[in-house]
């Protein structure tokens, strides 16, 4: 238990569905972060809240669209959303800034059909 | 941009000492971390350099040359368990604050 947590951990759903994806952390961060990790791929930075406000967008496509309601929470939504977007999808947390160590939650896997 | 680098696979034995690089290119560098990260699970964090020198931390030793961009981690006494992708990552600092970069991850396979 890393004091992260990601719900649901497996996803299933059609490209014309609407979903979303909840992280939650206990650790009193301010910073939260969403990484996609496709098969054999490099763990990919999407989005990065600091202090609830959103810092980073690596040229994220418009169908994930992140909320961050307070400093304890992150949500990913989800929407006409492609096959190719079936990944893990991890939430992570830090202190910034400090050393930054980033605490993972366990990761969604979602499988667009 | 980073550019962080890293071996794709590596094959050892079981009781062995194998030896993972890592060599990086960023502006504002803040650190570097280990993670280990077994199949379908989350990273889980091993070390942190910021200084240059050597981290040991039981079987698990992590090496930086903040002057050279490189890295690596020893893994000793090898155990199946041992078997998992390590990663690199590295912290940089840019106007937004810190920022935290993955290299691809090197898949270990311990071998009996």
């Known amino acids: 238990e890393t004091g992260v947590t990601q719900t649901p951990r497996h996803l299933v759903m059609g490209m014309t569905n609407k979903k979303s994806l909840k992280c939650e952390q206990h650790?009193?961060?301010?910073?939260m972060y969403w990484y996609k990790q496709s098969a054999k791929k490099p763990l990919e930075l999407m989005f990065v809240?600091?202090?609830?406000?959103?810092?980073e967008n690596n040229s994220v496509p418009s169908r994930f669209s992140p909320e961050c309601p307070n400093s304890s929470h992150l949500f990913l939504h989800l929407h006409t959303l492609q096959p190719e977007d079936s990944a893990l999808y991890l939430c992570?947390?830090?202190?910034?800034?400090?050393?930054?160590?980033?605490?993972f939650g366990q990761g969604t896997r979602l499988t667009v059909v | 941009g980073q550019n962080i680098d890293q071996p794709t696979e590596m094959t050892a034995t079981e009781g062995a000492i194998v030896q993972i690089n890592c060599t990086y290119q960023?502006?504002?560098?803040?650190?570097l971390f280990w993670y280990q990260q077994h199949a379908g699970e989350a990273p889980t964090f091993l070390s942190y350099?910021?200084?240059?020198g050597l981290e040991e931390k039981g079987r698990f030793s992590s090496f930086l040359s903040r002057s050279k961009g490189y890295s690596y981690l020893l893994l000793k006494e090898l155990q199946m368990k041992d078997s998992a992708s390590y990663l690199c990552?590295?912290?940089?600092?840019?106007?937004?604050?810190?920022?935290?970069?993955f290299g691809g991850g090197t898949r270990l396979m311990v071998k009996p």
């Open positions: 650790l009193g961060h301010n910073a």
């Open positions: 960023t502006s504002g560098f803040n650190g």
């Open positions: 992570a947390s830090s202190q910034l800034p400090s050393t930054g160590e980033a605490f």
């Open positions: 350099n910021v200084l240059d």
């Open positions: 809240y600091n202090f609830k406000e959103q810092t």
């Open positions: 990552a590295v912290i940089s600092r840019n106007n937004a604050g810190n920022m935290l970069t």
